[in-house]
Antibody
Framework: EVQLVQSGAEVKKPGESLKISCKGS????????IAWVRQMPGKGLEWMGIIYSDDSDTRYSPSFQGQATISADKSISTAYVQWSSLKASDTAMYYC?????????????WGQGTTVTVSS | SYELTQPPSVSVSPGQTASITCSGH??????ACWYQQKPGQSPVAIIY???KRPSGIPERFSGSNSGNTATLTISGTQAMDEADYYC?????????FGGGTKLTVL
């Protein structure tokens, strides 16, 4: 079964750092792009960026460039997004998703989501 | 930056046809796709490359894309189709989501 399994919920304070993960299984992880998507409470989906783990080629949405860092470790089929200094406005559900194909593709497999709460 | 516009809400009676639009500059020259998200769940792809249905998605879901508008059509809408629906397209190497449409089946 093709699946993406994300790390568990996090509660952090403003200014703290955080790295959440997304582990792929059931397919060749290095042959597909992985996207990260933010969903703030009660709001819509926002595309953060993508990474191709085979060569770590990474693209960011202009809205998220410099706000978070996307990375991957192909040896363990895992993608990450990390923050060096969290803000309350980073409170959201974060999803990873696999792009069906290269190029203009939809996202055909989604993780279960990781809830990040940033509060003092 | 590229924007996709959806109506915030659409209502439909059970068994009727629901249409949800997604508008963007020359959207018809891009591939549009659609996701369904039910409360507390991850999004699910229901239409890709304008009009293709992934395996397991019911035939009542269909898509089209022309000019500046992509349309998701749900024929014979069922109560289980009540959900949020998002369109998505690419602007160069960046993906963009529409704001989402809440479909109410009443």
């Amino acid at each position: 079964e093709v699946q993406l399994v994300q790390s568990g919920a996090e509660v952090k304070k403003p200014g703290e750092s955080l790295k959440i993960s997304c582990k792929g299984s059931g397919y060749s992880f290095t042959h597909y792009w992985i996207a990260w998507v933010r969903q703030m409470p009660g709001k819509g989906l926002e595309w953060m960026g993508i990474i191709y783990s085979d060569d770590s080629d990474t693209r960011y949405s202009p809205s998220f460039q410099g706000q978070a860092t996307i990375s991957a470790d192909k040896s363990i089929s895992t993608a990450y997004v990390q923050w060096s200094s969290l803000k309350a406005s980073d409170t959201a559900m974060y999803y990873c998703a696999r792009l069906r194909t290269a190029g203009e593709s939809d996202m055909d497999v989604w993780g279960q989501g990781t809830t990040v709460t940033v509060s003092s | 930056s590229y924007e996709l516009t959806q109506p915030p809400s659409v209502s439909v009676s059970p068994g009727q046809t629901a249409s949800i639009t997604c508008s963007g500059h020359k959207l018809g020259e891009k591939y549009a796709c659609w996701y369904q998200q039910k409360p507390g769940q991850s999004p699910v792809a229901i239409i890709y490359q304008n009009n293709k249905r992934p395996s397991g998605i019911p035939e009542r879901f269909s898509g089209s894309n022309s000019g500046n508008t992509a349309t998701l059509t749900i024929s014979g809408t069922q109560a289980m189709d009540e959900a949020d629906y998002y369109c998505q397209a690419w602007d160069g190497s960046t993906a963009v989501f529409g704001g989402g449409t809440k479909l109410t089946v009443l």
